[in-house]
C-alpha cells in the first residue's frame, strides 16, 4: 500500500508532526496496515477536524479512513443506516434526506467521518434532547490490535472504550446508526437576544426543553452590563405545511441545498483578528440580530454548519493557528460559568462567536465528553500572549468544579488533571493494557496525555 511521509495537524493547525500517512481503500488493507505499524504504532484519522492533536502521531503511521467511504445499507422504513466509518456526515445527509431522514446529531461541521463522530462521541445542538453521537449507534465493526475485525455491539466494555475512546480501541470499519426523521430538509428557528450571561442562562434553562434544538452565540469580549450578551438560535425541522406553498421548497421538501462562498486565501496577514476586529465583528453580529424572531425557515446548513460554506476557514487565523478550548461543569456550577466568562472577558480573548450550551444526560463511554450541565466553546489564536498559562488556570477551576475539557479540541491540557476530569480513566487504561499490550494505536495527544 502507498504511504506518503507527510506533515499532520489537526483543525486548529498547531503543533505539526511527521507521521506515514497510509490509506486503506479495503478492510484487508485496513488492516495489514495495522500489523504494519511498527514501533511507533498507528491511530486512525477521518477528515482532521478534532482541533489539536487526535488523529496525528509523530514519527510513526496515521490511518487515513477517507478511502473506506461506502453506504452499505439504507433502511428507509424503520431508519437505520450501515455504511463505513470513512463516510461524511455531508455525504449521509445527501444521500439520507431525498429518503427523509436525517443524521441522529451532527456537529457544528458537516466534515467529519462516522469514525470521528464515534471515537470523539461528538455532540450537537440537541443534545439536550438525543444525547451523543453513540447512543444512535447499535453496532459497529472494529480491527483491533491484533489485527482482527470485532462485531462490537452496545453496553459491553469495548464500545463504552470505543465511543469517545480517540481512536486509542482500534480502528472503526463500520457503522449502524439510527437516523432522525424529517419531512423538509429546512429548520424553523426562532432567535432571540439576550442582553447578558445570567439573561442567557435563565431563558436556557426556562424554555430549552421546548426546542430539539439549541444553542447560543456568546460575545465573550462584551464587559461590564453587557459581559456574556448572546444570540440564541433554537429550533426543529421544519414539518411540511410550515412551507409556503407554491415555493420552491415545497415543491421539493427535501432537497439538500448548501452554501458555499470562496475559500480563506492560503496567507492572510497576521493578526487579523485582533481585539478590535473581532471586538467589531462580534458588535456588529449581536446589532444584527433581532430581538425576538420566530418560525424562520433556514437552510440545515445554515442553521447547523454557517463556517462549512468557507473552505479552509481555519487559515484565518494565520501561520500560527488557533486553540479551541471546550469545557464542561455541571448543573449547579452556574457560578464557575460566571467566573470564567467574566476571567475570559476581562483577559480580552479575541475570540469571536463563542457557543454556550446546556448538556442533557451523558452517555456511556468512558471517555465521552458531555455530562448534564453547561458547556463553553471558543476559539483563540494560539500566539496570544500568556495564553498557556491562562488556560492552565481555566482547566484548574473547571477541574475544582468537577468538570472537564474536550479530548477533540485539546492540544494542551496538563496530564495531571485528566483523571480528576474523566473518573473512567484508569478503566479505559485497563482495557488498553489488556486488549493492546504492544501499543499498537497511539497518537500525540495519547504519548501527551498518558491514555
Ligand atoms: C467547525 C467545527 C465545528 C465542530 N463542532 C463540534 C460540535 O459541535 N460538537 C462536537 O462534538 N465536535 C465538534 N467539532 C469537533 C469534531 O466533530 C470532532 O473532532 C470529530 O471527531 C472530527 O471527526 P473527523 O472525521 O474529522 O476525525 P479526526 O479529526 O480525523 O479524528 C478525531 C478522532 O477520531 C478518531 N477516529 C477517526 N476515525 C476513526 C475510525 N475510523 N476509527 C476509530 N477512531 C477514529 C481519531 O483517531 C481521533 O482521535 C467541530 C470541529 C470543527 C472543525
Excluded at 460566571?338 to 452517555?363: E, H, T
Amino acid at each position: 500500500m502507498p504511504a506518503d511521509t507527510v506533515s499532520v495537524t489537526g483543525w486548529g493547525r498547531t503543533a505539526p508532526t511527521t507521521a506515514r500517512l497510509v490509506r486503506p481503500r479495503t478492510y484487508e488493507e485496513a488492516a495489514a496496515a495495522v500489523r504494519e505499524c511498527g514501533a511507533r504504532g498507528g491511530i486512525p484519522r477521518g477528515l482532521g477536524r478534532a482541533y489539536g492533536d487526535a488523529a496525528q502521531n509523530a514519527g510513526g503511521s496515521v490511518l487515513d479512513m477517507t478511502g473506506l467511504d461506502r453506504v452499505h445499507t439504507i433502511d428507509a422504513d424503520g431508519g437505520f443506516v450501515l455504511c463505513d466509518a470513512g463516510v461524511s456526515l455531508h455525504r449521509l445527509m445527501e444521500v439520507l434526506l431525498p429518503l427523509g431522514w436525517f443524521v441522529p446529531v451532527t456537529p457544528g461541521t458537516r466534515y467529519v467521518t462516522v469514525g470521528g463522530a464515534i471515537g470523539a462521541d461528538i455532540h450537537g445542538k440537541n443534545h439536550h434532547v438525543s444525547g451523543s453521537f453513540s447512543r444512535h449507534v447499535l453496532s459497529l465493526e472494529l480491527l483491533t490490535a491484533d489485527g482482527e475485525i470485532r462485531t462490537v455491539g452496545r453496553d459491553t466494555p469495548l464500545f463504552d472504550a470505543t465511543a469517545g475512546g480517540m481512536g486509542l480501541t482500534g480502528v472503526i470499519l463500520t457503522a449502524t446508526i439510527r437516523l432522525q426523521p424529517v419531512e423538509t430538509a429546512l429548520m424553523s428557528v426562532d432567535t432571540e437576544r439576550a442582553r447578558d450571561l445570567d439573561d442567557l442562562m435563565a431563558r436556557l434553562t426556562a424554555t430549552d426543553h421546548r426546542y430539539r434544538y439549541s444553542v447560543a452565540w456568546i460575545d465573550l469580549l462584551a464587559r461590564g452590563a453587557a459581559m456574556g450578551r448572546a444570540v440564541l438560535t433554537r429550533g426543529d425541522h421544519a414539518p411540511l405545511d410550515a412551507l409556503p406553498e407554491g415555493t420552491r421548497a415545497r415543491r421539493d421538501p427535501l432537497a439538500f441545498r448548501t452554501s458555499r462562498f470562496p475559500a480563506a486565501p492560503a496567507s492572510l496577514p497576521e493578526g487579523l483578528l485582533s481585539r478590535t476586529t473581532v471586538g467589531l465583528f462580534n458588535e456588529l453580529w449581536y446589532r444584527k440580530a433581532p430581538r425576538a424572531r420566530t418560525g424562520e425557515l433556514q437552510k440545515l446548513s445554515t442553521f447547523f454548519h454557517p463556517l462549512d460554506g468557507v473552505p479552509h476557514w481555519n487559515r484565518i487565523y494565520g501561520r500560527g493557528g488557533f486553540v479551541q478550548y471546550q469545557f464542561v461543569v455541571g448543573h449547579g456550577q452556574e457560578e464557575a460559568v460566571r467566573g470564567i466568562v467574566r476571567r475570559i472577558s476581562r483577559r480580552r480573548c479575541p475570540s469571536f462567536l463563542a457557543v454556550l450550551k446546556r448538556f442533557g444526560d451523558a452517555d456511556p463511554g468512558w471517555l465521552s465528553f458531555p455530562m448534564p450541565g453547561w458547556t463553553l466553546a471558543l476559539d483563540i489564536p494560539a500566539n496570544l500572549p500568556g495564553l498557556g498559562a491562562f488556560l492552565d488556570e481555566l482547566d484548574e477551576e473547571v477541574a475544582t468544579a468537577g468538570g472537564r475539557v474536550y479530548l477533540a479540541k485539546d492540544s494542551r491540557l496538563r496530564p495531571d488533571l485528566l483523571a480528576a476530569m474523566y473518573p473512567r480513566l484508569d478503566d479505559f487504561r485497563a482495557l488498553r493494557a489488556e486488549s493492546d499490550p504492544r501499543g499498537v494505536f497511539v497518537s500525540d495527544l495519547a504519548r501527551r496525555l498518558n491514555l
